[in-house]
């Protein structure tokens, strides 16, 4: 069994002379009606391990012009981003929901050359349309898949309760399946690419609650922006989101009541000691 210690990830260096040009650019795209938060979390996730540049992008027709608390992370419409030459990785899923225009907005990146982190509604819509299935399948540019078991269970038109029971094998059908790495949420996240799998052994209960699943989203497209291959920045997001929820709790933050944005800057705090 592989599992994901220190000694075997890897962390972004920044050069002396570096400009925010060299750690990448990400996109977030997601936030229907009632679910701005999942982007405003991936988003500041993204930002605070290590992108340079990190947009958000909702589809709610009342989204706000700037985050008050990060005003460095840059708002575009959805449309607005399709003309963004720089983006180095685009995350797509939180908060996105299944209308009409989520779809459309799936399709076209999915068609685009970009590293795609593909997550949460982006994963249901894929599971539900034949079409967007086919396009991850044929994509020749990086994929990442993060589903939880019930988002697992759909893309492998399975049931919940086999994917728990194994969750190897289903990562690896996954990956397989669709040409991705897979990184399979949850206690013990397994992150897994074709024929190879590892076993993430850090993180508890505390992360059992809303918004953790976009921190990670976000907190890994910022480190394929970085450079990372889509392999190393899947163990290393998985492990240093388990590890910062890991510290929280050792310091009596959790795990009953842990919030995703304490997990935030709990995982900027430990990246920066494993410089």
Not at 35 to 54: D, K
Not at 107 to 120: C, G, H, M, T
């Amino acid at each position: 069994m592989n599992t994901i210690a220190q000694n075997n990830i890897i962390i972004p260096i920044r050069k002396e002379n570096a400009h925010k040009g060299d750690h990448g650019s990400v996109a977030i795209i997601g936030g229907a009606s009632g679910m701005l938060g999942a982007v405003v979390l991936a988003s500041r996730a993204a930002l605070v391990t290590g992108a340079g540049r990190v947009y958000a992008s909702f589809l709610s027709e009342h989204t706000p012009e700037v985050d008050l608390m990060y005003p460095e992370i840059m708002v575009r419409s959805p449309e607005a981003l399709k003309s963004l030459v720089q983006l180095d990785c685009v995350v797509i899923g939180p908060g996105l929901g299944l209308s009409n225009q989520a779809s459309t907005l799936l399709s076209f990146w999915l068609n685009q050359p970009v590293p795609l982190v593909i997550d949460a509604d982006a994963l249901n819509l894929i599971a539900s349309d034949n079409l967007l299935s086919n396009l991850l399948k044929q994509r020749q540019v990086t994929s990442i898949i993060t589903p939880h078991p019930g988002e697992a269970a759909r893309l492998l038109n399975n049931t919940s309760k086999d994917i728990q029971e194994n969750r190897i094998e289903s990562a690896l059908k996954l990956a397989q399946q669709y040409h991705a790495i897979c990184v399979l949420k949850g206690a013990n996240t397994v992150v897994a690419q074709e024929n190879q799998y590892h076993i993430n052994t850090t993180g508890n209960a505390g992360l059992a609650s809303g918004g953790t699943g976009d921190v990670l989203s976000g907190m890994l497209g910022s480190l394929v922006a970085q450079g990372l291959d889509a392999l190393e920045a899947s163990k290393t997001g998985v492990y240093i989101h388990g590890v910062a929820a890991d510290s929280l709790v050792a310091k009596n933050i959790g795990p009953i009541g842990l919030t995703a944005s304490e997990v935030i800057l709990e995982a900027r705090h430990l990246l920066n000691g494993l410089q």
